[in-house]
T-cell receptor, first 114, second 114 residues
Framework: NAGVTQTPKFQVLKTGQSMTLQCAQD?????MSWYRQDPGMGLRLIHY???????DQGEVPNGYNVSRSTTEDFPLRLLSAAPSQTSVYFC?????????????FGQGTRLTVV | AQSVTQLDSQVPVFEEAPVELRCNYS??????LFWYVQYPNQGLQLLLK??????LVKGINGFEAEFNKSQTSFHLRKPSVHISDTAEYFC????????????FGAGTTVTVRA
């Protein structure tokens, strides 16, 4: 029962570096999303996807790119990391037929940009 | 988009005492309401959800919440907490006006002391 798997769990980047946070789910969910969690701000939606080949921006999309080539995978790319992107990132998935009636979350990736 | 307010950022409570975590959301015709729990260094886990029907919702680990449409509230309660309930709790809302994307509150940290 893997559920939603995120890699890596921890990452330190230098300003200006790029990297990809990986997210995979094995529940055949159509809907996937990325959030960032910052102290006192809860979770904010970065990007989401309602199915393979379809992505859209959330509340805080700047500095991040996504793609959805398969149902299972939804990677998040940081093109040029900035200290403001230091955060904990969560990937989530849910069945599109129920449209967010329950989201399943990964364990998170703690990213530090120095 | 929905606005979600968790009225308490920190709630210290003694073991076996009751706890109530307050959540208010901005008005909407039809909403789905959720409470998620995040244990230290873990992802979010669904505690309970309100989709329709009875306004009193029971969840896992002895938690319950009451949907009050007139007060636009969804407060979480537990009659007797355990040390293991120490965690951060998030209220979340989705509705049709925002394509059912989840909006999260800032979170409430519950610390249970012996």
């Amino acid at each position: 029962n893997a559920g939603v798997t995120q890699t890596p769990k921890f990452q330190v980047l230098k300003t200006g570096q790029s990297m990809t946070l990986q997210c995979a789910q094995d529940m055949n969910h159509e809907y996937m999303s990325w959030y960032r969690q910052d102290p006192g701000m809860g979770l904010r939606l970065i990007h989401y996807s309602v199915g393979a080949g379809i992505t859209d921006q959330g509340e805080v999309p700047n500095g991040y790119n996504v793609s959805r080539s398969t149902t299972e995978d939804f990677p998040l790319r940081l093109l040029s990391a900035a200290p403001s992107q230091t955060s904990v990132y969560f990937c989530a998935s849910s069945p599109v037929g129920l449209m967010n009636t329950e989201a399943f979350f990964g364990q998170g990736t703690r990213l530090t940009v120095v | 988009a929905q606005s979600v307010t968790q009225l308490d950022s920190q709630v210290p409570v003694f073991e076996e005492a009751p706890v109530e975590l307050r959540c208010n959301y901005s008005s909407s015709v039809s909403v789905y309401l959720f409470w998620y729990v995040q244990y230290p260094n873990q992802g979010l886990q669904l505690l309970l959800k309100y989709l329709s029907g009875s306004t009193l919702v029971k969840g896992i680990n002895g938690f319950e919440a009451e949907f009050n449409k007139s007060q636009t509230s969804f407060h979480l309660r537990k009659p007797s907490v355990h040390i293991s309930d120490t965690a951060e709790y998030f209220c979340a809302v989705s509705d049709h006006s925002n394509d059912y994307k989840l909006s999260f509150g800032a979170g409430t940290t519950v610390t249970v002391r012996a």
